[in-house]
Structures are given as structure tokens and as C-alpha cells.
């Protein structure tokens, strides 16, 4: 891709998946899978599993995604946890009775099969309205863009209405029959009342960072790894159509700020390709040893004050000023050649879906090396490059591949009696959109996992056929990121 679609791509997707307290960062070195690749659950790929772990679990610093030294976000956590002085409290009878009713409702104790039928149901209407709305936002920067005033007069008359009467058809389902509610009703209960009684609370956090229990190893060094995988674990069967026009490719640039415009534009002025059109799928990373909830709790503080997770300044500082919580999935990258000949409109693939550092904006984040915060005295090694995770071969970590032994019977669906399909409003001029599945949450059963000696190493999986289907690559397009607040933020109030 030349550099004026690559621009345009970024600003569409940050207007599609962005929001108030999240920013997208874009890898710099093509990041490729084939779909049995990221099957961690069936398809025994331990070595993709902790590949895929290691790169999520890494933060981000800005828009660029070029990590060469990286802090894993386990490590920060457990930091966290060790040094961390809590506030003095408890919670009544009464409310620990409130407390409890609250987990079980939400089904904090069945990871197994991810939270109560409740919960799942909740999990399975909020993925449907934000596959909703974010094709909503996609048809609307389309259509805003477009030159042609019939469409432009679609949009508002007919597609747009449609589209919102979907939203809130999602929404209400989301209301009345996903327990969006009571659901969140219960989710403020258990952070109000852990309040009450840090001690419990940070035991109940502290029993699910184990590093005997809850972790894998690299069979080269045997680092250990807290492992990080996606829900639902069926996101990608569920695709959505992302397209990008010429006339929104000239807009978006157009909006870009002078000096971006001149980063933008190829020595020869002409564009590659005229449009690109892919199929998008986004999902929410599951890490069960991460309590998020500790970036806003103000119960505890740093027995060492001068430790910051984040400041909550613009631009953050900090061990920890962001994190990845979710990641954008596409395949299938076709565009339309600028310069095509008279009766030619058959797209053609792109090639590697990466973005060069001149696209991308400065750092908005100062990042604090933990390490060194800690100890001063250390000397860091440098860390390898994770490398480019080539869809025909297996990643590099550390030195070698890993080994693979995955138990096949982790994945539990939601049970039939309890799934409860959205419905889509239903209009002749409204766009086809997918109807949403049942969620299928993934929990990893450690337990199966073949635990490597030293040195351990199993050959990687036979090359892809030169031949192969375009679409058989999965790429991230993006890192969704979430801002830290101030953290740690303790409450003057609270008795210390």
C-alpha cells in the first residue's frame, strides 16, 4: 500500500473502533496469521498461543506498534500486587451478603465456562450492538465522503434511519433480554462494596496471579507467561465488510494536518490504489489474571510513593500509562488499482498490511522502564524482536519455536436454551448485516498444557502451499488501547 492509503486506513479505522478513553496503535512489521493459528483452544498451537500473549501483553507507547524492548503487563500487575498498602476496612453482614449475591449473580467463580448464563447472555448482546455501531460508523464515513449526491441522499433518507433503528433495536434487546441492567447493577456493587474490605479483595486478586498455577513457559529461557487469549472465541466466524473509498481516501487526507499531508504523498503524486475493501472482526482480549478494577480502585497506594502507574496527564507518564484490551482482526485485503485500465474493476490484494513510522503520530505516552524504576542497579539485556508473525512460518521467540500440547475440550458454548438472537430490524433498504451468534468463551485449561523442559522443541507446522488463498492471512490491523487514569489514586478519607 502506498502511504496515502495507508493514512487514510488508519484515520477510518480510529473514527470506527476509537472513543473517548481509547487510541488505536498500528504494527509497523506486518503481523500475519493463518486461521488455524489463532484456534488456541482446538487446533493445539501453544507456540501461537504464547506468541499471541507475548504481543498483546506488551505496552503501548503510541500510534506506532514497534516494540523491541517490551514490559509485559504481567509484570507491572504483579508489582502491583507485591508493593501494594491497602487502606483499613470491612465490609458488614449485611454487606458481605450483598457481596456475594452480587459474584454470584455475575458467576465471578465459574471462569470455566465464562460467568453465569446472565453474564453470558449480557456478553452476547453487548458484542452484537458494538458490531452494530461499528458498522454503523463505517457506512457513515462512507457516505459523508462520497461525491455523489443520489448517494450522499440515500444515506441520510434511507440507510442512516435503518441503521439507527438496528442500534436501538440492539439496544433494547440488550435492555430486555441481555440483563444490561442488572448486569451492570451488579458489576457496581462488587466494585462499591470491595471497597469495604481491601484485604479480602486483594487476596481474591492475588489467588489468580499464581505463577505455579496460573502460568505457561517459553521452552527456551522458561520465562514465564501469564497467557492471553480472545472472546469470543468465535469472532473470527463473524465477519463485517470494512470498505474505504476514493472519495474518503481524498477526504480523510484532506482533513490531515499540512505537515501530514506532505508525508503523505508519494514522490510520483499518483496513488496506488484507489479504494480498499477487507472484512473486519474486533474482540475483546481475556486475561482471568487481571483484575482491572485496581487502576480505579482508591484503596491502595505504593508503599514506595515515588512509583506511578500513571499520572492521568496528557501526555501520561508512568510504568503503566496504557494497556491493549481488545484487537481488530481483518482478511481478505483487496483494492482497486488508480491507475486500472478502461473496463478493469477487479480488485487485487494489496500485499502485507503494515504502516511506516512517517504515517503515524509522536509519542503521546512516557512510558516508565519498570525495571529500571525497580532496580537502577540492573543492567537490562535487550529483548529479540518478536519478528514479523509470518502467516507461512512459525514466530520467533527468543530462539526458538515452542512446543504443543492443548487440551481440545477448553472451549464451552453457550448452551443453546440460553441464547436468545438479537433481532435485526427488518427494511428493504437497509444494509445485510450478520446475524450475531452465540458467544463462545475460551478458557484455557493450563492443566492440559504439556509444560516444557529446557531446550524443548517441537518442529513447526508445514509451510503454506506458495498457491494459497489471499484470505487464508489474518492480520491485526490494530491494538485497541486503553488509557490508565491516575493510578494509583488513594482516597484521603479512607483510614490508612
Not at 506488551?58 to 500486587?81: F, G, H, R, S
Not at 463505517?138 to 440507510?159: D, F, H, I, P, Y
Not at 522458561?222 to 474518503?248: I, K, V, Y
Amino acid at each position: 500500500m502506498d502511504k496515502t492509503i495507508q493514512f487514510a486506513l488508519m484515520a477510518k479505522a480510529k473514527k470506527v473502533f476509537g472513543g473517548d478513553q481509547t487510541f488505536l496503535s498500528f504494527p509497523v512489521t506486518p503481523l500475519g496469521f493463518k486461521r488455524e493459528q489463532l484456534n488456541f483452544g482446538i487446533d493445539h498451537n501453544l507456540q501461537y498461543l504464547l506468541a499471541f500473549t507475548k504481543l498483546v501483553n506488551q505496552l503501548p507507547e503510541d500510534e506506532a506498534w514497534n516494540q523491541t524492548n517490551p514490559t509485559y503487563l504481567w509484570e507491572v500487575y504483579a508489582e502491583m500486587l507485591r508493593d501494594m498498602d491497602l487502606a483499613e476496612s470491612s465490609r458488614t453482614s449485611s454487606e458481605e451478603e450483598e457481596y456475594q449475591r452480587a459474584r454470584h449473580f455475575l458467576g465471578m467463580d465459574d471462569v470455566a465456562s465464562g460467568g453465569s448464563p446472565e453474564y453470558r447472555l449480557y456478553r452476547q448482546y453487548k458484542d452484537a450492538y458494538f458490531v452494530a455501531n461499528e458498522n454503523y460508523l463505517n457506512a457513515k464515513g462512507t457516505a459523508e465522503s462520497s461525491t455523489n449526491q443520489s448517494e450522499r441522499e440515500q444515506w441520510v433518507n434511507v440507510l442512516e434511519p435503518a441503521l439507527r433503528r438496528e442500534l436501538r433495536a440492539l439496544e433494547l434487546e440488550w435492555v430486555t433480554r441481555g440483563y444490561k441492567n442488572e448486569v451492570e447493577v451488579a458489576q457496581n456493587k462488587v466494585a462499591q462494596l470491595s471497597a469495604k474490605d481491601p484485604y479480602l479483595t486483594w487476596g481474591e486478586w492475588n489467588a489468580k496471579l499464581n505463577p505455579h498455577l496460573d502460568t505457561l513457559n517459553d521452552a527456551t529461557d522458561l520465562f514465564e507467561l501469564f497467557p492471553t487469549c480472545f472472546n469470543p472465541s468465535n469472532a473470527l466466524e463473524s465477519w463485517q465488510t470494512f470498505t474505504l473509498s476514493g472519495d474518503e481516501v481524498k477526504q480523510l487526507v484532506k482533513e490531515a494536518p499540512a505537515e501530514l499531508r506532505a508525508k503523505l504523498v508519494d514522490s510520483s503524486g499518483d496513488a496506488a490504489f484507489e479504494s480498499l475493501t477487507f472484512e473486519f472482526s474486533s474482540a475483546a482480549l481475556d486475561r482471568t489474571w487481571l483484575q482491572e478494577a485496581v487502576f480505579k480502585a482508591r484503596y491502595w497506594r505504593f508503599q514506595d510513593e515515588s512509583k506511578v502507574i500513571s499520572d492521568g496527564g496528557i501526555p501520561a507518564t508512568g510504568m503503566c500509562p496504557a494497556y491493549v484490551t481488545a484487537v481488530v482482526f481483518v482478511r481478505n485485503v483487496m483494492g482497486k488499482p488508480a491507475q486500472s485500465k478502461p473496463g478493469t474493476t477487479q480488485p487485487v490484494p494489496v500485499g502485507d498490511l503494515k504502516f511506516p513510522a512517517a504515517t503515524l503520530r509522536p509519542a503521546s505516552l512516557k512510558r516508565i522502564n519498570l525495571k529500571a524504576a525497580l532496580n537502577p542497579k540492573i543492567k537490562l539485556k535487550s529483548v529479540q524482536d518478536l519478528g514479523a508473525l509470518a502467516p507461512t512460518k512459525a514466530p520467533k521467540l527468543g530462539a526458538s519455536s515452542l512446543p504443543i500440547n492443548l487440551s481440545a475440550g477448553s472451549i464451552k458454548p453457550l448452551p443453546d436454551k440460553n441464547v436468545v438472537a438479537p433481532p435485526v430490524a427488518s427494511t428493504t433498504a437497509q444494509p445485510k448485516t450478520q446475524k450475531p451468534k452465540a458467544v463462545e468463551f475460551l478458557r484455557l485449561n493450563l492443566k492440559a498444557y504439556k509444560q516444557p523442559t529446557r531446550g524443548a522443541v517441537e518442529p513447526p507446522k508445514p509451510a503454506a502451499p506458495a498457491n494459497q488463498s489471499p484470505d487464508d492471512t489474518i492480520y491485526i490491523l490494530a491494538f485497541i488501547c486503553k488509557a490508565v487514569p491516575r493510578c494509583p489514586d488513594p482516597d484521603p478519607n479512607m483510614r490508612w
